[in-house]
């Protein structure tokens, strides 16, 4: 188990999860010569006492909630090894002059926001939503506003990532509480002053579970202004292409992170009943963590390249991109494989002809991550059309005389 909180002595099993589990996640397969690293100003495992202030707000900086339901840092906290965020009745109606206008609360709600703006990368996050119909979610957004294609207009973004409830109910958005839902919304204000949300089609991964049941992890990858992909547990990716009629590459403005619980409006979704907020058992988000990725060249040096060691994120591998290589006949193979380290390693390529015998050997250094390369071999032994040979790859850790071999595979190479 990898923690243990007060609540899971009385459900022995349903919190934890492996170590190996948790390397099995992460973002899918960099495009050639790329590598994935971690960010770290928008990942972190939460296992400390207290919010990371250096990382996160413990309240939304320019939204109070949506009455009923208000933002207070009271109901944000790290323990267990997880940020909760928890959902409770405030006893009385309390009023909030907000936004030209008064509104009413009695729902306490929680919201966590990343103090830095991020863009194209790898974002997911390992989360139990409450077993209420209070919101648990994990998105990006813009604030403020940026000026559009006609100069009097202008527009915001919003992807989010995920969005749930906990439990079902005689209300419209039932289907809420199961799966996973992202939406990304282009925010366009035309020159008349009216407000459009223009969406993308929705991308939706069935399940038969209650997103309060067990610890989900929800995944997206912002490939550029046009397009995302989404990720649910281990199922294959669901793409996103982004509106574009009034910008045709509309999502071109750095987001922050939004981890939030709150609530939503009948019909759609019902309110949170006090029996329910008032039961620890039910009225806590949990989230496990929070992981972001980018890309860079898979030589190019990165200044955070210490996370992947500290979290031993990966389980270190080296995975060639097929089975069986067929290249033409020539005296250099370039030979495409993906490796995954969580420090500075050494990538030794074998080649072997089809009688067993050693051809050559070569190596390079490789840097932390989950990179994407092209390994050039230039045999000093003319090899022969229509030949069989075998090549072996080894994931070594550095150092002069060190035979230890933590991965490695092989491919079958045919010369045409």
């Given at each position: 188990?990898?923690?243990?909180?007060?609540?899971?002595?009385?459900?022995?099993?349903?919190?934890?999860?492996?170590?190996?589990?948790?390397?099995?996640?992460?973002?899918?397969?960099?495009?050639?010569?790329?590598?994935?690293?971690?960010?770290?100003?928008?990942?972190?495992?939460?296992?400390?006492?207290?919010?990371?202030?250096?990382?996160?707000?413990?309240?939304?900086?320019?939204?109070?909630?949506?009455?009923?339901?208000?933002?207070?840092?009271?109901?944000?906290?790290?323990?267990?090894?997880?940020?909760?965020?928890?959902?409770?009745?405030?006893?009385?109606?309390?009023?909030?002059?907000?936004?030209?206008?008064?509104?009413?609360?009695?729902?306490?709600?929680?919201?966590?926001?990343?103090?830095?703006?991020?863009?194209?990368?790898?974002?997911?996050?390992?989360?139990?939503?409450?077993?209420?119909?209070?919101?648990?979610?994990?998105?990006?957004?813009?604030?403020?506003?940026?000026?559009?294609?006609?100069?009097?207009?202008?527009?915001?973004?919003?992807?989010?990532?995920?969005?749930?409830?906990?439990?079902?109910?005689?209300?419209?958005?039932?289907?809420?509480?199961?799966?996973?839902?992202?939406?990304?919304?282009?925010?366009?204000?035309?020159?008349?002053?009216?407000?459009?949300?223009?969406?993308?089609?929705?991308?939706?991964?069935?399940?038969?579970?209650?997103?309060?049941?067990?610890?989900?992890?929800?995944?997206?990858?912002?490939?550029?202004?046009?397009?995302?992909?989404?990720?649910?547990?281990?199922?294959?990716?669901?793409?996103?292409?982004?509106?574009?009629?009034?910008?045709?590459?509309?999502?071109?403005?750095?987001?922050?992170?939004?981890?939030?619980?709150?609530?939503?409006?009948?019909?759609?979704i019902e309110l949170p009943g006090k029996e329910e907020l008032a039961d620890p058992s039910k009225n806590v988000v949990y989230y496990d963590w929070v992981r972001a990725y980018e890309l860079v060249d898979v030589a190019g040096n990165y200044p955070?390249?210490?996370?992947?060691?500290?979290?031993?994120?990966?389980?270190?591998?080296?995975?060639?991109?097929?089975?069986?290589?067929?290249?033409?006949?020539?005296?250099?193979?370039?030979?495409?494989?993906?490796?995954?380290?969580?420090?500075?390693?050494?990538?030794?390529?074998?080649?072997?002809?089809?009688?067993?015998?050693?051809?050559?050997?070569?190596?390079?250094?490789?840097?932390?991550?989950?990179?994407?390369?092209?390994?050039?071999?230039?045999?000093?032994?003319?090899?022969?059309?229509?030949?069989?040979?075998?090549?072996?790859?080894?994931?070594?850790?550095?150092?002069?005389?060190?035979?230890?071999?933590?991965?490695?595979?092989?491919?079958?190479?045919?010369?045409?």
């Amino acid at each position: 188990m990898k923690k243990i909180s007060v609540l899971i002595a009385l459900c022995f099993g349903l919190f934890g999860h492996s170590q190996e589990e948790s390397k099995s996640y992460g973002p899918p397969k960099p495009p050639m010569g790329k590598r994935w690293v971690m960010n770290p100003d928008f990942s972190d495992e939460f296992n400390g006492t207290e919010l990371d202030t250096t990382k996160w707000l413990d309240h939304h900086p320019t939204w109070i909630g949506r009455p009923p339901g208000l933002f207070l840092a009271s109901q944000v906290s790290v323990a267990d090894g997880y940020l909760q965020l928890k959902g409770e009745h405030m006893g009385k109606d309390t009023i909030v002059h907000a936004y030209g206008k008064d509104q009413t609360f009695n729902i306490a709600g929680a919201a966590v926001v990343s103090k830095k703006k991020t863009m194209f990368g790898y974002y997911e996050c390992r989360v139990k939503a409450a077993a209420t119909t209070m919101s648990t979610t994990f998105w990006l957004s813009t604030v403020g506003s940026f000026q559009g294609p006609n100069e009097c207009d202008s527009y915001g973004l919003e992807l989010d990532i995920h969005e749930s409830i906990g439990r079902e109910g005689d209300f419209d958005g039932s289907y809420f509480a199961s799966g996973m839902h992202s939406n990304a919304h282009f925010w366009y204000n035309d020159c008349e002053g009216k407000r459009h949300d223009y969406r993308a089609p929705q991308v939706r991964f069935e399940d038969e579970r209650l997103t309060s049941e067990n610890f989900n992890v929800y995944g997206a990858w912002w490939k550029d202004e046009s397009e995302a992909s989404f990720y649910y547990n281990h199922r294959l990716p669901k793409h996103q292409r982004f509106y574009d009629k009034i910008k045709k590459k509309p999502f071109d403005q750095p987001m922050y992170m939004r981890l939030v619980s709150e609530t939503y409006p009948f019909p759609w979704i019902e309110l949170p009943g006090k029996e329910e907020l008032a039961d620890p058992s039910k009225n806590v988000v949990y989230y496990d963590w929070v992981r972001a990725y980018e890309l860079v060249d898979v030589a190019g040096n990165y200044p955070n390249g210490n996370l992947e060691k500290e979290l031993q994120r990966y389980a270190e591998s080296v995975i060639f991109d097929e089975a069986v290589l067929e290249l033409p006949k020539s005296k250099a193979l370039g030979i495409p494989l993906s490796y995954k380290a969580n420090e500075n390693r050494l990538l030794v390529m074998e080649l072997w002809d089809g009688g067993n015998k050693k051809l050559m050997e070569k190596s390079m250094e490789v840097l932390p991550g989950y990179g994407h390369l092209t390994f050039d071999l230039h045999p000093k032994t003319a090899l022969k059309k229509g030949g069989t040979y075998r090549i072996t790859a080894k994931l070594r850790p550095l150092g002069q005389g060190v035979k230890k071999v933590l991965d490695t595979n092989t491919l079958m190479l045919y010369l045409r």
